[in-house]
């Protein structure tokens, strides 16, 4: 299988020794032998190929797809509520469903990308998110558009994935960090449209036109795809893992939804059988993942200890990547009694504060290095955003702008170096496990995110004896889930010094002093 598809395969030179090897030479006192240096070669390839930006443009218009399309949904919530019937709150389904759509159907992209092709399936998926997205403009019912948006979710369970696997199957280590930023520009210009365009739209259009936006911008990446990408797939790919796809999605939907319908009055049952079933499911999907090779979720990866810890922290940051969307609209709309196109204006200062950050992030990397740039910036993103519990009308405006584009500054860089360092101790036959579980966990943290910003904003209403959400509810729930966030923490600081080097640039002073 070509792992440089875009440009032809270059003539392969030897790797060169990395940062991370003098670590480990100064650490061990001797100089690693010729042949200790075959597992880093399959980490990837030894030289990026010619277009990776290009491929990685074409993959982020998924991405602005996905990211205009929920960043515009936030906006418009209050306002489909009213034409549903039902309180704003309730909404946060509309959310999940498509969140839960992404948990379940995420972990099956990898073994279709190696069976069929990555260019197959990802221009599947954009096709699929398509007719999801016509399905919702034309729902009528909460019960409809919910169905339409797992749809939706479902292709977009397979474009992310894909697309991010292509890339790293096509980036040296080296050029990982400016990758992942190429990849990510069209997708903080969604966010950046998004607030905007959904108040615009919800104000002085109908909000059914949020999604007929989705259209042409899927037009557009189905040509695209098929122009540029290549269909990479595996010689021998690993026959499809059907018990565990069952029992990791029964336990998948079965928590998501058990946990969203706590947020619910009278569902209190309901979700504790839920959740019940969910954890027994889990259950024996360990017992039946454990040791098997070819299982729908790899749970072996997590042997690694550099992925393991990315996957555990960056999961528990998520939880206020997931909240935040859902919480701040509702905020200023209901609590404030902002208009949608007010709202949007100011929620899109967490868009350009991320996009401002993109330029910064490898020279920050390079000088402080993984570990100690997740333990400051993990710690000043969550509190930053902790602080939106304390915003009432009578904050100027621009007060609130800033503060949220501070907050989505440090944010960005925290993911940006979590889905960068994942990969670091990964070898190019695990690839498409790895980005397959990566991503199921992350969607799974962001709909529970959600769940626990729904569940928050419920309890304290019911504690504070509110029928519709007060400021303070919304305080409260802002304070539940960046604490728990928070706790992150307590996982970066167990990254190795050395972790993630070879991709980062740094190395650490008394190392560079003995190399030297």
């Not at 959740?275 to 027994?280: F, L, S, Y």
């Amino acid at each position: 299988m070509s792992l440089l598809p875009f440009s032809g395969q270059p003539a392969q030179r030897p790797r060169r020794r990395g940062v991370a090897s003098v670590n480990a030479e100064v650490r061990d006192g001797i100089v690693p032998a010729a042949g200790s240096l075959t597992k880093t070669q399959d980490l990837g390839p030894a030289v990026s190929g010619q277009n990776y930006r290009l491929v990685a443009l074409i993959i982020a218009s998924a991405l602005f797809m996905e990211f205009v399309d929920a960043t515009v949904l936030a906006t418009a919530l209050p306002t489909m509520a009213r034409d549903f019937g039902v309180r704003a709150p309730e909404m946060s389904i509309a959310l999940t469903s498509y969140l839960l759509a992404l948990a379940i159907f995420i972990p099956a992209s990898g073994v279709l990308a190696d069976r069929y092709g990555s260019r197959t399936v990802f221009r599947a998926a954009i096709l699929l998110f398509m007719a999801g997205s016509l399905a919702c403009g034309q729902s009528r019912t909460l019960e409809m558009i919910v169905v339409s948006r797992f749809v939706q979710g479902i292709g977009g369970a397979m474009m992310i994935p894909v697309g991010r696997l292509v890339l790293l199957r096509s980036v040296a280590k080296q050029d990982m960090v400016n990758a992942m930023s190429w990849l990510l520009v069209p997708a903080l210009i969604g966010p950046i449209i998004g607030p905007p365009l959904g108040g615009f739209i919800v104000t002085y259009l109908d909000w059914r036109w949020i999604f007929y936006i989705n259209l042409p911008v899927g037009v557009l990446g189905v040509w695209l795809v098929g122009r540029f990408i290549a269909n990479i797939k595996e010689d021998e790919p690993a026959p499809f893992d059907v018990r565990g796809f069952v029992l990791s999605g029964l336990s998948l939907g079965c928590l998501l939804f058990g946990f969203e319908m706590v947020s619910r009055p009278g569902e209190g049952g309901t979700a504790a059988v839920l959740v019940a079933i969910g954890v027994v499911a889990g259950g024996l999907y360990i017992r039946h993942a454990r040791g098997r090779e070819g299982a729908i979720l790899d749970l072996s990866l997590m042997r690694d200890p550099t992925f393991r810890l990315s996957v555990i922290a960056g999961s528990i940051t998520r939880i206020t990547q997931g909240a935040q969307p859902f919480l701040l609209p509702l905020m200023m709309q209901v609590g404030f009694g902002f208009s949608a196109a007010r709202s949007g204006t100011i929620t899109v200062a967490t868009a350009i504060g991320s996009l401002a950050m993109k330029g910064l992030a490898q020279r920050v990397l390079r000088r402080l290095g993984f570990r100690r740039a997740l333990i400051w910036n993990g710690v000043l993103a969550t509190t930053g955003y902790a602080m939106c519990g304390l915003f009432r009308p009578s904050w100027p405006v621009w007060a609130m702008f800033g503060m949220l584009a501070i907050s989505g500054f440090f944010m960005s860089f925290q993911f940006t170096a979590y889905n960068t360092i994942a990969y670091d101790g990964v070898d190019k036959r695990h690839m498409s496990s790895a980005t397959a579980f990566y991503s199921t966990f992350q969607q799974l943290m962001l709909s529970l995110g959600i769940c626990v910003a729904a569940i928050a904003l419920h309890l304290a209403m019911v504690a504070n004896g509110h029928a519709t959400p007060a400021l303070d509810d919304f305080s409260i729930a802002f304070w539940v889930v960046t604490s728990i966030s928070l706790s992150a923490t307590l996982w970066n600081v167990r990254f190795a010094r050395d972790a993630g080097a070879e991709i980062s640039g740094h190395v650490e002073p008394e190392v560079e002093k003995a190399a030297a």
